[in-house]
């Protein structure tokens, strides 16, 4: 039997067509008209007017905060519960992140620390820069929440990591969109790939352009090489978008198959003692891009390390939830804010295989090894 992973490439005929199609026309390097379309159908999903694609979601995340103008000597908050990309990039420009606890009904960063964070710091005199709230395992930050937390604090921007969250909506409208700009991630385990790629997002055309300069190395429009500012090689390549769009014809029906998996684990999974699921708020529809399970210490018949264990004795790739970034040795120094649910989260969850190529039988072998180590009295 084949390996099970947690969130392989879902990639066919459609997507092979796609890249051979732009190689054989000799759109190879670096731009060409697929880059264009499929910054244009992104920010159609996103319900945003303007995208750059870049070569990562970090990179996207990166030069928003440059943008913003975000440097050293600002703080920027951000979820402890989530990738390292979020936190990196705000050490990329010199600032320093401060982690905020998720909250329990949602699992991303909590409005009401956010509230206290920026009046407390601006009562200091030294207000925050920006918040990254993050869309969680594919779920929306309450941006509700949040526009009230920033309401007053104009100087704070909001940028979205929106990285494994396209095609999520909460309030009716789409992930990417509800903040200064917004970021994606076409890397390998997300919901749709370009292999590794991303894009950023925004409502406002000059945001876009500037980075969309800085990422060809800031060249200005001359016959010679003119450099007024530091750029960076960050732009995807025309091959890669190819590859992209076809992905993103496929993107309802691959959201609507992560969606699916959650539902079956639930109920295949559902009457275990002290199982419960990452929990879904009714304001909006996720992507599921990962199912994670939690586990009661008191009540269920094993814990994490022996669920992943069991899974991966028989092929099959399961993981914890991200390790907090309050947690990691690299951000030891950093300021923590609020409790202990991200803590928790990440010491009681299981990331269960999720890609939306994974079938229905694979999904059942799952189901099956999950009941032998949780199905005991
Ligand atoms: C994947 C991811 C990123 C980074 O995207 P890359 O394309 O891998 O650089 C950032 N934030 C979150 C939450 C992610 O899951």
């Known amino acids: ?34 880059l264009a379309a499929f910054e244009a159908e992104v920010a159609a999903v996103a319900g945003v007017e303007h995208a ?43 600032a320093e992140p401060v982690f905020v606890d998720v909250t329990a009904d949602r699992w991303t960063i909590d409005p009401s620390l956010v509230a206290s964070e920026l009046d407390a710091a601006r009562a200091a005199g030294a207000p925050y820069a920006a918040v990254i709230p993050v869309d969680l395992y594919g779920q929306c930050a309450d941006y509700a929440a949040l526009d009230d937390a920033l309401a007053g604090h104009e100087g704070v921007v909001m940028i979205e990591d929106a990285a494994e969250a ?129 586990l009661d210490p008191d009540e269920a018949a094993a814990d994490r390390d022996q669920v992943i264990d069991h899974l991966e004795a028989h092929d099959v790739e399961a993981r914890p ?14 300021r923590h804010v609020g409790g202990e649910v991200a803590a928790q989260i990440f010491e009681r969850g299981v990331c269960l295989p999720s890609g939306s190529s994974l079938t229905d039988a694979d999904q059942d072998r799952v189901i099956e090894l999950v009941r032998q180590v949780l199905d005991q009295p």
């Open 1 to 34: 039997m084949a390996r099970i992973y947690l969130s392989p490439p879902d990639v066919g005929p459609p997507e092979r067509a796609a890249l051979l199609a732009a190689f054989d026309e000799g759109w190879i390097a670096p731009v060409g008209p697929d």
């Open 52 to 94: 750059v694609a870049l070569s990562s979601g970090s990179a996207a995340l990166h030069l928003a905060l440059l943008i913003a103008g975000v440097g050293p000597g600002d703080r920027v908050l951000v979820p402890t519960l989530t990738f390292a990309a979020t936190a990196n990039v705000v050490t990329y420009v010199g």
């Open 166 to 294: 396209l095609g999520a909506t909460v309030g009716g409208r789409p992930a990417g969109g509800f903040g200064r700009a917004g970021a994606f991630s076409f890397n390998g385990n997300k919901l749709i790939t370009t292999s590794g790629g991303g894009m950023l997002v925004s409502h406002d055309a000059a945001l876009i352009e500037r980075a969309r300069y800085l990422a060809t190395q800031a060249r200005e429009p001359a016959r010679h090489y003119e450099h007024t500012a530091i750029g960076f090689n960050y732009r995807m390549s025309n091959l890669l978008a190819a590859l992209g769009r076809a992905q993103l014809r496929g993107l309802d029906a691959k959201v609507a198959r992560r969606r699916a998996l959650r539902r079956r684990y639930a109920e295949a999974l559902g009457d275990l003692p002290g199982v419960t699921w990452m929990p879904e708020a009714p304001d909006g529809t996720p992507t599921n891009w990962l199912t994670v399970l939690t």
């Open 321 to 334: 939830a991200w390790k907090p970034m309050h947690l990691q040795p690299v951000f030891a120094p950093c």
